[in-house]
């Protein structure tokens, strides 16, 4: 199943915008990353207190707003078990989405983006509403579609809070016209939750199983494994290394079969998560020793074209911009 390279069919999907130059998940990350080269607006989809879908790639939200600059919310400060996991910090489910709108968004990772820093306290937590109103004015603007990735992100967790993602989930997307088979924008729904992308086949939308490399994913991975996300799923989104390992010293290695044998059972590929600078690059692409300087992205992008994915998930979307544009003109 291996496309033909003249067709412009790899999808470049913004990977909480162009959020290796803004700070993720703002209105102003997700516009960028359209306007140099994106064609989707990937969103991690969290509730509020009162119901609300807003964009946070976790619930908790001290290190990606100053929440802690705000005296009036300094009790809300507490301890969750989300997935197994323990966290403590603030909690998106204990804000009305007012609340939420008085904070302002900081830099997640400031030591290798120190330059998204200046951003910070730009922008608000958008809500679901504002990035679809988002994607359909670019569309607009831009003359080619922009459309929308949204992930539940932790869907049993709000499940067990009484905040299910889903029901709201829906609910907004057929308001604004994109549900069904011809949305007014394109859409793809995705999870690393089976039983959440069940709740979503309603929408009639292509549906994505997000899949992470540890030891439970492996079922999935295998050729069995893909026969049965198909009967649920139109696309893995895989984490890249499932595709293109990388060995003790950090180099990649050859491709594993993922990629044919997903194809084999009707599965579109969207690996994530592709990003520019040496401290995420395998080690033979970094240029020095400078975390937060760019590397040799090119080079990795045309390896996992050659694999033959559908779609990457990036940080820097113009980056995969012209390494699709380079790799489709080669060919």
């Not at 994106?38 to 969103?43: K, N, S, V």
């Not at 910090?89 to 998204?116: A, H, Q, S, V």
């Amino acid at each position: 199943m291996r496309r033909n390279k003249q067709e412009p069919s790899i999808k470049i999907i913004s990977h909480r915008g162009a959020s290796g130059h803004r700070p993720e998940h703002t209105l102003g990350s997700y516009e960028l990353g359209a306007r140099v080269g994106g064609d989707f607006i990937e969103i991690d989809l969290v509730a509020t207190k009162d119901g609300r879908l807003v964009a946070r790639h976790e619930p908790e939200i001290g290190g990606t707003t100053d929440v802690a600059d705000h005296p009036e919310f300094a009790d809300r400060r507490t301890t969750r078990v989300i997935d197994g996991e323990e966290h403590t910090g603030w909690f998106t489910e204990d804000f009305t989405l007012d609340e939420l709108k008085t904070l302002r968004t900081t830099e997640r990772i400031p030591d290798i983006r120190p330059d998204n820093t200046s951003h910070d306290g730009e922008y608000e937590i958008p809500t679901l509403e504002e990035i679809i109103a988002l994607a359909k004015r670019l569309t607009a603007e831009l003359g080619r579609p922009i459309g929308i990735y949204p992930e539940t992100k932790h869907p049993e967790y709000h499940v067990s809070i009484g905040l299910d993602l889903e029901p709201p989930l829906i609910a907004t997307l057929r308001e604004h016209g994109l549900t069904g088979p011809e949305p007014e924008v394109p859409v793809f729904l995705q999870s690393f939750e089976a039983d959440s992308l069940k709740k979503l086949a309603e929408t009639e939308l292509p549906l994505v199983f997000l899949m992470g490399t540890e030891e439970h994913w492996q079922r999935y991975l295998t050729p069995e494994g893909l026969a049965e996300v198909a009967t649920f799923a139109h696309a893995i989104g895989p984490n890249k290394n499932s595709i293109i390992g990388r060995d003790d010293n950090g180099d990649l290695t050859e491709p594993t079969t993922l990629v044919d044998d997903a194809h084999e059972a009707g599965l579109l590929v969207h690996p994530y998560t592709f990003r520019s600078e040496n401290h995420f690059l395998p080690a033979g692409l970094r240029s020095g020793d400078d975390a937060g300087a760019y590397g040799g992205f090119a080079a990795e992008y045309e390896l996992f074209f050659q694999a033959g994915v559908d779609g990457v998930f990036s940080d820097h979307s113009r980056h995969a911009f012209l390494a699709r544009e380079i790799y489709m003109q080669e060919g």
